[in-house]
């Protein structure tokens, strides 16, 4: 069966610190990848999706890259955290035409 | 592009009665419809989903919801609630050929009383 882990689960950064949040998916092979951000009180924003290695969609403008360097790994990084960056980051994963299938989460509070 | 309305943002609700939960979308392509649950600090679970076919659909769980094509809804109901369904719900919609790119609504956080 298929599992998606996404790690730290909670991580408190400075302002102006860099940013790493992994996630893999086990399982599948050429998964939709997916980073989404969820704000206190928010729904939902998709940040960034990818349908294969190297090819990365920004759906935002912001302070925030992904990368996918490995067909089931998907990376979200920041060179220079803000406090706007806080949040609840969501990865997730789909094939194609079925829905997506959540990680955990990383809860991100930045100081 | 579509887009999604969750129109109530909380509903609270005693133990074993029933719920609604409304959800309106707009696209101007045909789209799957899917309702996930979130658990406090959790990520989302997929309650039910709508690709094709019948128009119900139901949750192991005793949810259902119905897509409405014509008034572009797809609410969620559960006939009787229990505490352990007090959870924030939301409802998505993708584009079908789109790249399963889901599109959320803002989210309606349930509460259950006893």
């Known amino acids: 069966s298929q599992t998606i882990h996404q790690w730290p689960a909670t991580l408190v950064q400075p302002v102006g610190s860099p940013l790493s949040l992994e996630c893999t998916v086990e399982?599948?092979?050429?998964?939709?990848l997916y980073w989404y951000r969820q704000a206190a009180g928010r729904g939902l924003q998709l940040l960034f999706y990818s349908v294969g290695i190297g090819q990365i969609s920004s759906e935002v403008p912001q302070n925030l890259s992904a990368s996918r360097p490995q067909d089931r790994q998907f990376i979200l990084s920041s060179k220079k955290l803000l406090l706007s960056d806080s949040g609840f980051y969501l990865c997730?994963?789909?094939?194609?035409?079925?829905?997506?299938?959540f990680g955990q989460g990383t809860r991100l509070t930045v100081v | 592009a579509q887009s999604v309305t969750q129109l109530d943002s909380q509903v609270p609700v005693f133990e074993e009665a029933p719920v609604e939960l409304r959800c309106n979308y707009s696209?101007?392509?045909?789209?799957?419809l899917f309702w996930y649950v979130q658990y406090p600090n959790q990520g989302l679970q997929l309650l039910l989903k709508y690709l094709s076919g019948s128009t119900l659909v139901e949750s192991i769980n005793g949810f259902e919801a119905e897509f409405n094509k014509s008034q572009t809804s797809f609410h969620l109901r559960k006939p009787s609630v229990h505490i352990s369904d007090t959870a924030e719900y939301f409802c998505?919609?993708?584009?079908?050929?789109?790249?399963?790119?889901?599109?959320f609504g803002g989210g309606t956080r349930v509460l259950v009383k006893p």
């Open positions: 998505a919609v993708s584009a079908k050929a789109a790249g399963n790119k889901l599109t």
């Open positions: 696209s101007s392509v045909s789209v799957y």
């Open positions: 399982g599948t092979s050429n998964p939709n």
């Open positions: 997730a994963w789909s094939a194609r035409n079925t829905e997506a299938f």
